[in-house]
């Protein structure tokens, strides 16, 4: 998305707003439960059309709505829409919801990733590079994503450059807004359990394919993915249907969430949260040296 929404959107929301109208035509988001002080999706959806409801090239979803790690304050999830593209935010709101803000909310300490490095020993997909690599990097992916794509270039060669690191693709298809995602994860997981190198090929050879797939066409794409990657079609789509293949993607994208991931790709070098890894959205430069640093002050 261009920096030009970024910043209208970051200076209207620092702006002091109480809405009280109520509109609402998307699929209701996760609820506030009664009696929480947390604003309802209505509320929420008030305040964007009195912000944002004069521009008629955007529109958003109200994905979530739940408390924040902050005590008190809530954190509502929006997807925005612009013919620029998709990009997910975050907007907080106090207790006594007269004030909303655009931002982040970081982990601190000495040692401020500590837990994101506990929770991700739960990763459990594909793994690229050394068992043994002092820096594990962990994705978090959907292969209909076509900002994942972007970034499979820079994480090639950030993998090539690096030996010392290692890469975990891990499952999160984002299927509200992209139709044949939840499929792909499906047999991705299926040839990650039978081969890991054949899984990185359907991985690579998806992405490089991704425009040619439709809702109409993915399971005679995908089969043909798998066959390119050195895999059995008829045995992986068998393999994508069982209830206990799905359980292992929302597994994964369960860990996801509860690592606060809302868009993809997001990276985690050792723990550190990374949105995107383009030349839009970071640049490899800066990735190669957050990993350098890493790597220099190992304790």
Request: glycine content about 6%; overall charge neutral.
């Amino acid at each position: 998305m261009r920096r030009s929404f970024t910043l209208l959107l970051t200076a209207v929301l620092l702006v002091a707003m109480h809405a009280a109208a109520q509109s609402s035509s998307s699929k209701p988001a996760q609820p506030a439960t009664a009696g929480s002080s947390h604003p309802s999706e209505a509320t929420v959806n008030a305040f964007l059309k009195t912000m944002f409801g004069w521009d008629s090239d955007l529109t958003w979803k109200v994905v979530e709505i739940k408390p924040s790690e902050a005590t008190g304050i809530t954190q509502a999830t929006v997807v925005f829409n612009t013919p620029q593209g998709q990009q997910a935010m975050r907007i907080y709101i106090t207790p006594d919801q007269k004030y909303a803000f655009r931002g982040e909310l970081m982990p601190f300490g000495s040692d401020p990733f500590a837990s994101m490095r506990a929770d991700l020993k739960a990763a459990d997909g594909p793994v690229h590079g050394p068992k043994d690599a002092a820096i594990t990097i962990v994705e978090f992916g959907d292969l209909e994503c076509p900002a994942c794509k972007a970034a499979q270039p820079n994480i090639n060669r950030l993998m090539e450059e690096e030996p010392r690191a290692k890469l975990i693709f891990q499952n999160y298809p984002l299927e509200q807004i992209h139709k044949w995602a939840m499929t792909a994860a499906k047999y991705m997981d299926c040839l990650a359990r039978e081969n890991n190198g054949v899984a990185w090929k359907f991985i690579a050879t998806t992405y490089d394919h991704q425009a040619e797939v439709t809702d109409q066409n993915m399971e005679q794409m995908l089969k043909g993915y798998v066959k390119d990657a050195g895999g059995n079609p008829d045995t992986v789509a068998a393999c994508a249907a069982k209830p206990e293949t799905e359980k292992r993607v929302r597994a994964s994208m369960a860990l996801g969430e509860k690592l606060d991931v809302t868009s993809t790709p997001t990276f985690f070098i050792n723990g550190r949260p990374i949105v995107g890894f383009s030349a839009n959205s970071m640049p490899y430069d800066k990735v190669k040296q957050m990993v350098d640093y890493d790597l220099a002050n190992m304790k």
